[in-house]
T-cell receptor, first 110, second 112 residues
Framework: GENVEQHPSTLSVQEGDSAVIKCTYS??????FPWYKQELGKRPQLIID?????GEKKDQRIAVTLNKTAKHFSLHITETQPEDSAVYFC?????????FGSGTRLSIRP | KAGVTQTPRYLIKTRGQQVTLSCSPI?????VSWYQQTPGQGLQFLFE???????NKGNFPGRFSGRQFSNSRSEMNVSTLELGDSALYLC???????????FGSGTQLSVL
């Protein structure tokens, strides 16, 4: 069935550096790819999404890239700040349902 | 506008019991999805309801069931609880034609 794999499971970066999280998927019919951020003890919230008709989308320090041929998409966070510390989930729509990756715990070192 | 509301916030049950969780979506949202969150497993899709009909179902055993009422509120039921059912159960609603999921705070279920 549909599947989305997310790497790495944990990531630690120095404040100010960039962080990259990658996801691969198997369902070639998927055309919507959101990213959710879950801070400790809080609910997941959408931070950015991309559709299959574009290859990249940016929102301030956050960007998402999509390679439909290779079936992978990535989240890029530049100039990381302490408030970026959270668990990040990639997701995609497959057969009208939204399925999630296993999450990446991002820690920002001062 | 009130957000997605889940009750109860915490539940402690013993093996073999059953449990019912409740989710009230954002006003006007007719789609409600349920997810199970466990450490290391991310968010596992349980099912989605739209206008009182189950639209999608994940790979969970038949012990997990749900329903949606005419006011779009949804309930999830787990029968014959097992230790492995201990998890945070999140529901999320979305508006018609909108892909964005709005999550509730979840129900933390502990099975002893």
């Amino acid at each position: 069935g549909e599947n989305v794999e997310q790497h790495p499971s944990t990531l630690s970066v120095q404040e100010g550096d960039s962080a990259v999280i990658k996801c691969t998927y198997s369902d070639s019919a998927s055309n919507y790819f959101p990213w959710y951020k879950q801070e400790l003890g809080k609910r997941p919230q959408l931070i950015i999404d991309i559709r299959s008709n574009v290859g990249e989308k940016k929102d301030q320090r956050i960007a998402v890239t999509l390679n439909k041929t290779a079936k992978h998409f990535s989240l890029h966070i530049t100039e990381t700040q302490p408030e970026d510390s959270a668990v990040y989930f990639c997701a995609l729509r497959s057969a009208s349902k939204i399925i999630f990756g296993s999450g990446t715990r991002l820690s920002i070192r001062p | 506008k009130a957000g997605v509301t889940q009750t109860p916030r915490y539940l402690i049950k013993t093996r073999g019991q059953q449990v019912t969780l409740s989710c009230s979506p954002i006003s006007g949202h007719r789609s409600v999805s349920w997810y199970q969150q466990t450490p290391g497993q991310g968010l596992q899709f349980l099912f989605e309801y739209f206008s009182e009909t189950q639209r999608n179902k994940g790979n969970f055993p038949g012990r997990f069931s749900g329903r949606q009422f005419s006011n779009s509120r949804s309930e999830m039921n787990v029968s014959t609880l097992e230790l492995g059912d201990s998890a945070l159960y999140l529901c999320a609603s979305r508006g018609q034609g909108d892909e964005k999921l709005f999550f509730g705070s979840g129900t933390q279920l502990s099975v002893l």
